[in-house]
């Protein structure tokens, strides 16, 4: 049966069966309604303007927002918005693979924007109080048209700027007033403090042109990509016949909370994880103990320091071994020379340190029980390599026309441009090795687009205009993400199982991840840390907490602990809360500090397999940021099959030796019993209501320490 449906001036007809297949949607005249039990979105369609009116908590009689524009971008310079005359063309029921329901709005612009269709995506799931939006545009006019500043989110939200604190750089800091986020800000939460209400806002885009701003006009909210008046600002050409897809957003609602963080830490830490599905809670086999050998060999690795440094991580239980930077040497190079900075670019194994290349070297890894993994710089190349010299139109431009160096400044190497054929051969070159070498670690560095370490924001993306996939330097940022991107979705179906690890250097930024990055990477290594025990650990429990739970903590690869600092105990206990990732020089343990090692890490082998606790960390309830004088904890229970985990509690200088640890996402009516780690020593039993209402005791005796325990169900 169809039933006639009048929006925009036109007659459609809508046929019954979209609301029969989605639980999600319910249609009225010119109006739109999502809805699933939790939280309701109201789309109106009048008089040739798209415009939400509504967005509450289901059971709530307050609107978030009130009317709104919807979106807004730029078209060839001209603003344009929800208002600026739509025709509704169709709509289409729309899923994803991971439970969203919800609708494809199919519009088409009158008058000056005729020639251009938006498909406007709205997607809600299960038990969440979330919307997840994102636009296609299609250019179906005669002449090129340029995108710039589009907000997927344009909302006039009901929160009074001066009762609304804006929780940013990872929901973590506050600000207040008007604000513009930066690379930093891929969640953000408006906490509205009298109403005890809020909203997380999410933001998809990848690296440097993310964008979520409140209250830049009044009360406003915006999320979506740069503007022309940020450092890097976003901008697409689509030729007549194109297509293209904006990156997702979401907006997450709450209600009756002091805490604007409680969000990150439920809700939007439940759609990252089961939603969102992330690539490193999609790996059924996750690492949980690997080596790397930066820090301290530097460049200057062999064959034979190898051997001699694997032997020693195998007895400390080492499960992967990455051979960092040093290990090739380019066609055209005069010398094999060591230093930092050089042979990037053929990727070559150099022979005089690795007689008869890389093979034998991981064939006895692998014969120590050890998977290999490799550094590589993604899009670098020094003058002396053949495919330098061979391609140089594959090589980004800086503003004076000269081949440029995203990375750094004084540096003798060159960057790439993916928006050249570039993707192809690097693409060939890694596929190549893992399958030559059976690699189970890819570490992906220096910049490809912005560097972490250089402030200049013209030096920055590709000015040539005479690359294939880009017109002009704006519109390099967008393609170059999308095409690295696009290259790790490749690589995983190319070379199963292997862990693709983008820096944050690759990334774009000083310590910068985001959605976009753990999409579509595995990890990205974020940080050099090699300050000795106590600060150390500090440091590593910091920056896993500023990060998570609003990303997936074993997405965070936080290097440089050294294995024989005196007090690695604790530095691998700090790190057990992200992706454990350690360095040093192995030869220097005892062989009774190896064997402690070997047992943490039959330890934490035995729990990712009773309980895949590294996809789940959350906050551990009444502790804080780590720091100096303080305690501070993670828990990283199994929330959905609430069996039980791990958990970390560590007295970094704090006065008292004693805190009551509570826990939370157990069931109430089970019981279940608490042991130390790694010895299995049961400490404490209780049911999980206990556990969460009352706690239990932790001791730690010494000012600078921390305890690691098993949570798991009783036997009984």
């Keep these: 049966m169809n039933v006639p449906f009048k929006i925009l001036g036109t007659v459609l007809l809508i046929s019954s069966s979209l609301s029969q297949a989605q639980d999600y949607v319910s249609e009225q005249t010119n109006q739109i309604i999502l ?140 600000h207040i007033g008007r604000f513009v986020g930066t690379w930093h800000d891929p969640v953000v939460v408006l906490h509205h403090q009298t109403d005890r209400l809020g909203m997380a806002v999410g933001n998809e885009a990848p690296g440097i042109l993310k964008r979520i701003a409140y209250h830049t006009v009044s009360n406003n909210l915006e999320a979506g990509l740069t503007h022309a008046d940020q450092d890097f600002p976003f901008r697409k050409w689509l030729a007549p016949g194109d297509s293209w897809e904006t990156p997702k957003t979401f907006v997450c609602l709450y209600r009756d909370r002091d805490d604007g963080f409680a969000v990150i830490d439920g809700e939007v830490n439940d759609f990252v994880r089961r939603h969102m599905y992330p690539q490193i809670v999609r790996r059924e086999k996750k690492p949980v103990f690997v080596y790397n050998t930066w820090n301290p060999f530097r460049t200057f690795v062999s064959d034979s320091l190898i051997r001699e440094v694997a032997m020693a991580a195998a007895e400390c239980g080492i499960k992967e071994f990455i051979i960092d930077d040093g290990w090739q040497v380019n066609s055209g190079a005069k010398t094999s020379t060591e230093a930092w900075g050089n042979n990037y670019g053929d990727w070559n194994v150099d022979e005089k340190k690795f007689p008869g290349g890389l093979k034998p070297t991981f064939d006895y890894l692998e014969s120590l029980g050890m998977k290999p993994g490799i550094w590589m710089s993604i899009g670098s190349a020094t003058a002396d390599a053949a495919v330098y010299q061979s391609n140089p139109e594959w090589f980004a431009r800086d503003d004076l026309g000269n081949h440029a160096n995203l990375h750094s400044n004084g540096d003798e190497f060159y960057s790439s441009c993916f928006g050249t054929d570039w993707v192809d051969y690097i693409e060939e070159v890694i596929v190549r090795m893992s399958h030559q070498y059976g690699l189970a670690y890819t570490k992906l560095d220096f910049a490809i687009v912005a560097s972490a370490y250089v402030n200049d924001p013209l030096n920055s993306g590709c000015y040539a205009t005479d690359h294939p996939y880009h017109r002009d330097h ?103 809360g992200t992706l454990p990732i350690v360095l040093g020089d192995p030869r220097k343990i005892t062989p009774e500090g190896r064997a402690r090692i070997k047992e943490w890490s039959d330890w934490m082998q035995e729990m990712q397999d009773l309980y895949d606790y590294m996809s789940y960390r959350r906050d551990l309830p009444g502790f804080g940021e780590p720091r100096e004088g303080a305690w501070d904890g993670w828990m990283r229970i199994n929330n959905d099959t609430r069996a039980g985990g791990i958990i970390g509690v560590f007295r970094h200088g704090a006065l008292e030796e004693t805190r009551q640890v509570f826990l939370k996402g157990l069931d109430p009516e089970l019981d279940y019993l608490i042991r130390s780690a790694p010895t299995g020593i049961q400490v404490y039993m209780a049911s999980g209501k206990m556990l969460m209402e009352k706690g239990f005791p932790v001791r730690i005796p010494d000012l600078y320490d921390g305890m690691i325990f098993e949570v798991g169900l009783s036997p009984q």
């Excluded at 927002?65 to 078209?75: D, K, N, T, V, Y």
Aim: proline share 5%; aromatic share 10%.
């Design 35 to 174: 809805s699933n039990g939790m939280v309701t979105r109201e789309i109106s369609m009048n008089a040739y303007a798209i415009s939400s009116i509504r967005l509450s908590m289901a059971d709530l009689d307050r609107s978030y927002i009130q009317p709104s524009r919807e979106f807004a971008f730029l078209l060839d310079g001209q603003s344009v918005d929800g208002s600026s005359g739509w025709d509704l063309v169709a709509t289409q029921p729309l899923k994803d693979q991971r439970l969203g329901q919800g609708i494809k709005l199919i519009v088409q612009g009158r008058d000056s924007l005729r020639g251009l269709q938006l498909e406007i995506n709205y997607l809600l799931y299960p038990d969440l109080p979330l919307v997840r939006k994102w636009i296609g545009f299609k250019n179906l006019g005669n002449e090129e048209v340029m995108i710039e500043e589009v907000n997927v989110e344009d909302l006039q939200t009901d929160f009074s700027h001066i009762s609304t604190v804006v929780q940013h750089n990872y929901a973590r800091m506050k």
């Design 474 to 576: 704006k519109e390099s940022f967008i393609v170059i993400y999308e095409r690295v991107l696009e290259l790790f979705d490749r690589l995983h179906k190319e070379c199963p199982g292997l862990f693709i690890d983008c820096t944050f250097e690759t990334a774009g930024k000083l310590q910068l991840m985001d959605y976009a990055i753990a999409n579509h990477a595995d990890g990205n290594w974020l940080s050099n840390f090699e300050e000795p025990v106590p600060t150390g650990p500090l440091r590593i429990r910091q920056m896993a907490w500023w990060r998570s739970p609003a990303l997936p903590a074993s997405s965070l690869v936080i290097g440089n602990t050294p294995m024989d600092d005196p007090g690695f105990e604790f530095g691998l206990k700090s790190l057990i």
